[in-house]
């Protein structure tokens, strides 16, 4: 399993470009912990870009991502990516063991946060943001109300990195395809 096979999987699934940059930027920073830890990067990758691939097919907590579990099977999805993929969500009760696991559920949340707060700065660019200005956000539910603050902190916890470190490098590793998601505004890359 190769991360092109993996983009068919995705492109069957997935219609809505920002559940798509969603699973980017958490496939982005799986890459960047994948490197940081000497781990299998390719894996680490496809593991970050699939971990919500059936979200619109099931759009719910009873649903997602257990019901994914038999497709991801069908494609020959190796055990390991398909446990973390059910692990990266708590309300199924599989609990987070590997590196890889524990990394997954720390990048998914944060990435949503990190998207929120760089949308809002007047550059519009992940270029320029910091987790200076993610923590000035961060005390404000109403903001970005969707990410779920307590589990981003656990998942910076379980994950072993103090969470302000985290989150700057979720920026460093969202950066890298910031174009893509187009969130590059008009700054340049940092080098």
């Known amino acids: 399993m190769n991360r092109q096979s993996v983009l068919g999987i995705v492109n069957k699934y997935v219609k809505n470009s920002n559940l798509i940059n969603h699973m980017l930027c958490v496939e982005a920073a799986m890459i960047f912990y994948a490197k940081k830890f000497n781990q299998d990067?390719?894996?680490w990758s496809i593991t970050g870009l699939l971990h919500d691939f059936d979200?619109?097919?099931h759009p719910s907590a009873d649903l997602h991502p257990m019901a994914g579990e038999l497709i991801l099977r069908e494609y020959g999805v190796p055990e390991e990516v398909i446990h973390a993929v059910l692990s990266h969500a708590r309300h199924t009760?599989?609990?987070r063991t590997t590196l890889m696991e524990k990394a997954l559920f720390a990048c998914d949340e944060v990435t949503g946060l990190v998207t929120a707060v760089a949308l809002v700065r007047p550059s519009r660019s992940l270029y320029?943001?910091?987790?200076?200005?993610?923590?000035?956000k961060w005390k404000d539910n109403s903001f970005a109300a969707g990410a779920n603050r307590e589990e981003i902190a656990l998942g910076a916890e379980e994950f072993g990195i103090e969470l302000w470190e985290h989150v700057d490098n979720v920026i460093i590793a969202m950066r890298t395809i910031a174009p893509q998601l187009d969130l590059a505004g008009n700054l340049q890359p940092i080098d």
Request: charge should be neutral; charged fraction near 35%.
């Open 93 to 95: 009760g599989i609990q």
């Open 55 to 57: 979200w619109e097919i």
């Open 128 to 136: 320029d943001l910091t987790s200076k200005s993610v923590k000035k």
């Open 41 to 43: 990067v390719e894996l």
